[in-house]
């Protein structure tokens, strides 16, 4: 497995409020199926990362694509890097 942080920010904060429920609800299943090991908006609001745990780049990109927040234009300017663990988490 891999990890990688994509990174975002938000365009239209009328309809982060409207999909910011299916957006927490999708990002909730992939927390529980191991992909998603960290998320949340940055400090001054302007948009938010993830960590994702997954086996490939493509799988981090289907992650960012099926995201309700890309699909509705509030995500954009997605920055999708490989990053390289030195220190794990204590479950790894």
Do not use: I
């Amino acid at each position: 497995m891999s990890y990688y942080v994509l990174e975002y920010r938000y365009a239209d904060l009328g309809a982060r409020a409207r999909v910011r429920p299916d957006h927490l609800a999708y990002a909730r299943s992939l927390q529980e199926a191991g992909t998603v090991v960290l998320a949340g908006p940055v400090g001054d609001g302007s948009g938010a990362m993830m960590v994702l745990k997954v086996a490939s780049e493509e799988e981090a990109r289907r992650v960012m694509e099926n995201d309700p927040y890309t699909a509705a234009g509030v995500g954009v300017d997605h920055v999708l890097r490989p990053w390289n663990v030195v220190v794990p988490t204590q479950s790894d």
